[in-house]
T-cell receptor
Framework: EDKVVQSPLSLVVHEGDTVTLNCSYEVTNFRSLLWYKQEKKAPTFLFMLTSSGIEKKSGRLSSILDKKELFSILNITATQTGDSAIYLCAVQNDYKLSFGAGTTVTVRA | GAGVSQSPRYKVAKRGQDVALRCDPISGHVSLFWYQQALGQGPEFLTYFQNEAQLDKSGLPSDRFFAERPEGSVSTLKIQRTQQEDSAVYLC???????????FGQGTRLTVV
C-alpha cells in the first residue's frame, strides 16, 4: 500500500522566518509528487515534481524531489501570515493520489 | 466555470437519510476524482472516472456509496442510509488527463446527526 509521511505535523513561526516541510513516501509505479496548500477550502495546487534534483520555485515557495531517498521538501522563505495553512503532500501512482496527513503551519505576526 | 464547483457546500443529514453531492469539473477535463477527508487527515481516494467510465471505485467504503458521471461531465456522489462515520468533507477534483495533477473543488462538508 502506498504510504506518505509528512513532518512535522505542525509548527508555529513568526513572520519573516523560513520553514521547511518534509515529505517521505513509498509508492509503486511512481508518477509524480504534488504539494497542495489547504486553507478553509479546496486544496490549491502548488507544485508537481517528477524529476530528482530539479528545484521548482514560485515566489517565496520552492520544492525539490529526491527519488533515490524517496522524499521531498517544501521551503517557504520570508513567511507571511497569509502562509498559515495546512500543506499537503501527495504522491501520484498512475492516476491516484495518496496524501499525507499534512503539516499545519501557523505564522504569527 | 473557471474551477471545479461543488454543491452543496454544507449538508446536514439525519442518520439513515440519503444524500447526493454534485461536482461540476473544469470544462474539458477528462479525469474526475472523488476524495473523502476526515478531520485532521489528508484526503482519501474514493473513485476515479475517465469521461463517463468509472475506472476505479476501490476506495468507496461500502456499497452505500455510489458515484456516477453519465455524460462525462457533471458527477454525483450518492450516499445511502448515511451513518455518523460518513461525516467528512467530500472533495471532487478534475484534471485534463491522468498524467496531470488534479485541481480540487471547495468540497462539501457532510455532517450526519
Amino acid at each position: 500500500e502506498d504510504k506518505v509521511v509528512q513532518s512535522p505535523l505542525s509548527l508555529v513561526v513568526h513572520e519573516g522566518d523560513t520553514v521547511t516541510l518534509n515529505c517521505s513516501y513509498e509508492v509503486t509505479n511512481f508518477r509524480s509528487l504534488l504539494w497542495y496548500k489547504q486553507e478553509k477550502k479546496a486544496p490549491t495546487f502548488l507544485f508537481m515534481l517528477t524529476s530528482s534534483g530539479i528545484e521548482k520555485k514560485s515566489g517565496r515557495l520552492s520544492s525539490i524531489l529526491d527519488k533515490k531517498e524517496l522524499f521531498s521538501i517544501l521551503n517557504i522563505t520570508a513567511t507571511q501570515t497569509g502562509d498559515s495553512a495546512i500543506y499537503l503532500c501527495a504522491v501520484q501512482n498512475d492516476y491516484k493520489l495518496s496524501f499525507g496527513a499534512g503539516t499545519t503551519v501557523t505564522v504569527r505576526a | 466555470g473557471a474551477g471545479v464547483s461543488q454543491s452543496p457546500r454544507y449538508k446536514v443529514a439525519k442518520r439513515g437519510q440519503d444524500v447526493a453531492l454534485r461536482c461540476d469539473p473544469i470544462s474539458g477535463h477528462v479525469s474526475l476524482f472523488w476524495y473523502q477527508q476526515a478531520l485532521g487527515q489528508g484526503p482519501e481516494f474514493l473513485t476515479y472516472f475517465q469521461n463517463e467510465a468509472q475506472l476505479d471505485k476501490s476506495g468507496l467504503p461500502s456499497d452505500r456509496f455510489f458515484a456516477e458521471r453519465p455524460e462525462g461531465s457533471v458527477s454525483t456522489l450518492k450516499i445511502q442510509r448515511t451513518q455518523q462515520e460518513d461525516s467528512a468533507v467530500y472533495l471532487c477534483a478534475s484534471s485534463l488527463n491522468r498524467a496531470f495533477g488534479p485541481f480540487f473543488g471547495q468540497g462539501t462538508r457532510l455532517t450526519v446527526v
